[in-house]
């Protein structure tokens, strides 16, 4: 009788590998069935442009953290949601950082079909595999203030969010009919020379407090300190001229809220350092002929993170204030 014996492992022997799915290429995935969790996430991605996983951790708080991130993959791989390849450099540097999600192709038919979002031509695995790493980064900024914003209104019986949807779908017919709504034109003076521009807001939004009766209105702009606060030439796109466009259409004209039918705004920044801001807020008072303005208030990403309700944050006014959204 011959008996069979296990070979011991040597080193020209082989070992088994461990099978596990690639992060950027799909694999031929088990056919799911769709959950209205499933589409509130994919509401979510399209909705910001890209989100990371652990905005959706946040976003959908009822949901277990680890089955949650099964499912995104899942969607990932059935191709309803994309991980745009952008996002390498982060693994490269930053060891298992959370993954990034943008809408993919099958997603974005289903939100034409069940929510009736207009179907652009476009490749959305495509459009994500060529967004580079700066563009991901800043839209995951503009997120960071966003879904805090979306879940501190959730905690407060008498706050609402008014998003950005809800205040187009009020706005005039001539700014919902423009090629592109969200860009402000203004005529500002730099140095004696006055010129056209034109500024765009990284989100609109507003806040209804309701017990107060009363609506806030707020234009956000997401700063990776990739554009210099001042430039030399009047021309040159800087911070200080989106400053300078912000107070042309703000004040008792209000160009800029009426473009939206909205009253008086202010505008959010969110930066990297507190040195930055500073460099900002010296910027508004240059603008102000040195009395500053309280239409204009900053803080950093680090403290956006660290603040469990965005609604306490204390933000820097343009004055040098210390000021609370929350009335």
């Not at 769709?34 to 990371?52: E, G, P, S, Y």
């Not at 004696?192 to 521009?197: A, E, P, Y």
Request: charged share 25%; net charge positive.
């Amino acid at each position: 009788m011959t008996i069979n014996k296990s070979v011991p492992a040597t080193r020209d022997t082989p070992r088994p590998v461990a099978t596990r799915r690639a992060r950027f290429r799909r694999a031929a995935p088990q056919p799911i069935r769709l959950t209205a969790d499933d589409f509130n996430i994919i509401r979510h991605v399209h909705r910001h442009r890209f989100l990371r996983s652990t905005h959706l951790v946040s976003l959908l708080e009822k949901r277990s953290g680890k089955k949650l991130l099964e499912r995104l993959g899942a969607l990932f791989h059935n191709g309803y949601l994309d991980r745009p390849r952008g996002q390498l450099d982060y693994y490269a540097t930053a060891g298992s950082a959370p993954m990034v999600y943008g809408i993919g192709n099958r997603g974005a038919g289903l939100l034409a079909e069940f929510d009736g979002v207009p179907r652009a031509r476009v490749d959305w695995t495509d459009k994500n595999r060529t967004a580079g790493r700066l563009f991901i980064e800043h839209t995951l900024l503009t997120a960071d203030l966003a879904v805090a914003f979306e879940i501190a209104s959730r905690e407060y019986s008498d706050v609402a969010l008014i998003a950005s949807d809800d205040i187009l779908l009020t706005a005039p017919e001539s700014t919902r009919r423009a090629p592109n709504p969200w860009a402000l034109p203004a005529k500002i003076v730099q140095d004696g020379i006055s010129h056209d521009v034109r500024v765009i807001p990284d989100k609109v939004f507003g806040l209804d407090f309701m017990q107060a009766r009363k609506r806030s209105y707020f234009f956000v702009e997401a700063d990776r300190a990739t554009m210099p606060v001042m430039r030399r030439h009047p021309r040159q796109t800087s911070f200080h001229q989106k400053i300078l466009a912000y107070l042309a259409g703000a004040g008792a004209g209000n160009a800029h809220g009426k473009r939206f039918g909205i009253g008086n705004f202010r505008v959010l920044t969110v930066t990297t350092s507190r040195e930055r801001m500073e460099t900002m807020i010296a910027a508004v008072k240059l603008a102000t002929r040195g009395h500053g303005s309280n239409q204009f208030l900053f803080t950093d990403r680090a403290s956006v993170l660290a603040c469990p309700d965005i609604l306490a944050l204390e933000w820097i006014s343009g004055k040098g204030e210390r000021v609370r959204l929350g009335v």
